[in-house]
């Protein structure tokens, strides 16, 4: 189990990238699964002409995602005043209002990454169709999982939702061609996850590209680089989320005059109107997740620095789940960029950014960055000298 011997042709030899365990998957059928023996995480699972699903989901996302640019995505109307809004032009209105920086998060977050993503799955599905290796395939597969966490298609769909619950009482509010399209972009691309196997994927590169094939020698890195690393990241996630929840995040303006809201405010707002479920998703998304994965990610990062012993199972699912539901935090800054784009009608109602808004996008940033600087395998390696040996 230990010896770098080159697998059989029914046997493949991996490691566990969370526990770092040597393991042999042998050859799987029809949604069989294979776990890691020691700390459980899903190395893989077999789906059948995963690969063709890929690829006619990922063309299919594409179009949409292309078709969800010319169109209106949203019409605001008020008193006969009417405002539309598409993605384009809600960039550039986040350009307008001096937050360029939340234009260009928004941009990559729902347009540039998913496409690119889309984009390298096509290449790669593609080549294993026609069963040729593709040039520099393992660096474009690579890329592909490097991206993965950062597209937020889903959030941002999610977030459009809310901001039509948010105005339902102050107008009328009209879904556009655009708002469909994208719409159907997040179901094709999340198809596309659905089929996506890291395990499977690596194995067929492997197969096209390299007649031999030998368990490459790793090791986890530096103790001290690691926690040093994560710690870096919390600190200035934390020091953020003091303007983030302080200052405010939306600056509404009604017959000339403002009224800052702040995260809280706009969770109490829409607690008092009767949209609980809303108020709670907020609060959830907004406030609790963001404290939670920084307690829980300082609490890793200590234990791994303190080097316990116990508890491995559960400190890796609950890293597990900090790391899937953090990135919902972007829920409310996509809320504003939102309301910002569609609500511009002058003195009469207009909405802007606030600071926190700018600060809250860092602090997700962040904690996102020290989970993923966060090592896994550093839970179950013991390592008393920080010398880069194994127990």
């Known amino acids: 189990?230990?010896?770098?011997?080159?697998?059989?042709?029914?046997?493949?030899?991996?490691?566990?990238?969370?526990?770092?365990?040597?393991?042999?998957?042998?050859?799987?059928?029809?949604?069989?699964?294979?776990?890691?023996?020691?700390?459980?995480?899903?190395?893989?699972?077999?789906?059948?002409?995963?690969?063709?699903?890929?690829?006619?989901?990922?063309?299919?996302?594409?179009?949409?995602?292309?078709?969800?640019?010319?169109?209106?995505?949203?019409?605001?109307?008020?008193?006969?005043?009417?405002?539309?809004?598409?993605?384009?032009?809600?960039?550039?209105?986040?350009?307008?209002?001096?937050?360029p920086i939340l234009a260009v998060i928004q941009l990559l977050a729902i347009y540039v990454i998913p496409a690119c993503i889309l984009l390298c799955m096509i290449y790669l599905c593609y080549f294993l169709r026609v069963n040729k290796y593709p040039?520099?395939?393992?660096?474009?597969?690579?890329?592909?999982?490097?991206?993965?966490?950062?597209?937020?298609?889903?959030?941002?769909?999610?977030?459009?939702?809310?901001?039509?619950?948010?105005?339902?009482?102050?107008?009328?509010?009209?879904l556009g061609l655009s708002f469909y399209a994208y719409l159907?972009?997040?179901?094709?691309?999340?198809?596309?996850?659905?089929?996506?196997?890291?395990?499977?994927?690596?194995?067929?590169?492997?197969?096209?590209?390299?007649k031999r094939w030998r368990l490459a020698k790793t090791s986890p890195p530096s103790v001290h680089k690691v926690t040093q690393r994560t710690w870096a990241f919390l600190l200035a996630a934390l020091i953020l989320y003091i303007p983030a929840?302080?200052?405010?995040?939306?600056?509404?303006?009604?017959?000339?005059?403002?009224?800052?809201?702040?995260?809280?405010?706009?969770?109490v707002s829409l607690w008092q109107d009767g949209s609980y479920p809303v108020a709670l998703v907020i609060f959830v998304a907004s406030l609790a997740v963001p404290v939670g994965k920084l307690l829980v990610l300082c609490w890793l990062n200590y234990s791994i620095q303190k080097q316990a012993t116990g508890g491995q199972h559960w400190r890796t699912r609950l890293y597990r789940i900090t790391d899937f539901i953090g990135r919902w935090s972007m829920i409310d800054v996509f809320v504003v960029a939102i309301l910002v784009s569609l609500i511009q009608l002058g003195n009469t109602l207009s909405v802007y950014p606030g600071p926190a808004a700018l600060a809250f996008s860092a602090v997700v940033i962040l904690t996102m960055l020290a989970a993923n600087s966060f090592d896994t395998r550093l839970i179950w390696i013991r390592r008393p000298d920080d010398n880069n040996t194994e127990e």
């Open 135 to 174: 040039p520099h395939g393992g660096w474009v597969k690579r890329i592909l999982f490097i991206l993965l966490p950062w597209s937020m298609a889903e959030i941002f769909l999610v977030g459009a939702l809310i901001s039509l619950i948010k105005i339902r009482d102050l107008a009328d509010i009209e």
């Open 245 to 267: 929840n302080t200052l405010p995040i939306m600056q509404t303006r009604v017959m000339g005059q403002e009224q800052p809201s702040t995260i809280l405010g706009g969770v």
């Open 1 to 99: 189990m230990n010896d770098d011997t080159a697998e059989s042709p029914d046997l493949i030899r991996t490691r566990c990238p969370e526990c770092h365990l040597v393991v042999s998957v042998m050859e799987l059928t029809h949604r069989q699964r294979a776990l890691c023996p020691r700390c459980g995480y899903q190395l893989t699972l077999k789906r059948y002409h995963a690969n063709d699903k890929i690829l006619a989901f990922s063309l299919a996302a594409l179009c949409f995602l292309l078709a969800s640019v010319p169109f209106e995505f949203m019409i605001f109307s008020v008193q006969g005043q009417f405002q539309r809004m598409n993605i384009p032009l809600s960039i550039s209105t986040l350009v307008e209002q001096e937050y």
């Open 184 to 210: 159907l972009f997040t179901l094709c691309l999340l198809s596309c996850l659905v089929y996506l196997d890291d395990f499977q994927l690596s194995t067929k590169l492997r197969q096209l590209g390299e």
